[in-house]
């Protein structure tokens, strides 16, 4: 799980660096028809787009330490608080990311929040057996 964490941050700051030269695919188009009507981005519209995807590379950044930090501490000990922390840590990430789409406009990003809810939950179900009767 710490690899997962650790590509996790990886892969958000790689795409926080290269917002600026970063071909634009699928999702991005359709973000910018939910901003702007159009698959283009707009000139206009480059700040506000730098703006929402830095929140979004910020926000994948801190849940990753997160989750590097407290698989290294708590859960290679099968310390269940540790678990806990990483379940509300997915949540977390899931309702923020939600609400950055809805405050900025950009609605079908909740495709790629949903992708993520995916990727951070599967290895929370993969372990979780080996937490589900730890009362610590």
């Known amino acids: 799980m710490e690899l997962i964490a650790i590509s996790f ?9 290269l917002v600026n ?3 634009f695919f699928t999702l991005e188009k359709m973000i910018f028809a939910d901003l702007y009507g159009t ?6 519209g480059y700040p506000v787009f730098r703006f929402t ?3 979004f590379c910020l926000l994948s950044v801190v849940v ?3 989750q590097f930090f407290l698989v290294r501490h708590g859960v290679r ?3 269940k608080w540790a678990f806990n922390c990483l379940v509300w840590g997915a949540l977390i990430w899931g309702v923020g990311a ?3 789409a809805i405050f900025s406009g950009a609605i079908s990003y909740l495709y790629s929040a949903i992708l993520m ?6 290895p929370l179900i993969i372990i979780y057996p080996q937490f589900k009767n730890l009362n610590k």
């Open 39 to 44: 698959e283009e981005l707009p000139a206009e």
């Open 64 to 66: 990753g330490l997160f």
């Open 53 to 55: 995807f830095w929140l």
């Open 98 to 100: 939600t609400g950055i």
């Open 117 to 122: 809810a995916v990727l951070l939950g599967l």
């Open 9 to 17: 941050i990886a892969g958000s700051l790689a795409a926080g660096i």
């Open 77 to 79: 000990k099968n310390e």
């Open 21 to 23: 030269s970063m071909p």
